[in-house]
Nanobody, 112 residues
């Protein structure tokens, strides 16, 4: 089992920035962020492996940056130039070769 503790959500104006953090209880291969709005499927935002390989959704490329501190087993999502359409509950995800794990979610609200 892996426990994930998220922090950093909140309310920000369009064009602003937020940083999300997610700490894992043990080292794990891949960590990342997904987001979900009511009535829609959860979607990928960005992932990063323990080796530093990243993957981003097209909608956030150039605005969001995912990073990882392996010593702290923590993944960060720096979100810049936020848009109202980025409003969602953001979920931390961790995966190894056998299982996937989810955090409790943190609300990000971008106002116009």
């Amino acid at each position: 089992q892996v426990q994930l503790v998220e922090s950093g959500g909140g309310l920000v104006q369009a064009g602003g920035s937020l940083r999300l953090s997610c700490a894992a209880s043990r080292s794990i291969f891949k960590m990342g962020w997904y987001r979900q709005v009511p009535g829609k499927q959860r979607e990928l935002v960005a992932t990063i492996t323990s080796g530093g390989t990243t993957n981003y959704a097209d909608s956030v490329k150039g605005r969001f940056t995912i990073s990882r501190d392996n010593a702290k087993i923590t993944v960060y999502l720096q979100m810049n130039s936020l848009k109202t359409e980025d409003t969602a509950v953001y979920y931390c995800n961790a995966q190894d070769f056998a299982s996937g794990y989810w955090g409790q979610g943190t609300q990000v609200t971008v106002s116009s």
